[in-house]
Nanobody
């Protein structure tokens, strides 16, 4: 088990930016593929972005490509999701997730470690 803690959510106006962070106080995240997912009220959890353990490869959903950037700082044992040009439709609870392979990084049930989520609300 890899306990994950997200932070950085909040309320922001459309066009603004937020940076989410995900870390673990007990496990090193260096060797894990890390993903960000989100879930809006009444909707299924959807993939946002993922980055492989080496930090070289990253995937993004079409809805956030060009606006969001996933990165990792291994020295700080932290994964980030920089969110720019936010839109009201980005409003959701954002979850950090970890798994040991980079196979199918966009599929939520391939991840076996999840954080508790952080709320992001974008006002129009």
């Amino acid at each position: 088990q890899v306990p994950l803690v997200e932070s950085g959510g909040g309320l922001v106006q459309a066009g603004g930016s937020l940076r989410l962070s995900c870390t673990s106080s007990t496990r090193t995240l260096t060797s894990y593929t890390m993903g960000w997912f989100r879930q809006a009220p009444g909707k299924e959890r959807e993939f946002v972005a993922a980055i492989r353990s080496g930090g070289g490869s990253a995937y993004y959903s079409d809805s956030v490509k060009g606006r969001f950037t996933i990165s990792r700082d291994n020295a700080k044992n932290t994964v980030y999701l920089q969110m720019n040009s936010l839109k009201p439709e980005d409003t959701a609870v954002y979850y950090c997730a970890a798994k040991q392979t980079f196979i199918l990084p966009t599929i939520s049930y391939h991840y076996d470690n999840w954080g508790q989520g952080t709320q992001v609300t974008v006002s129009s």
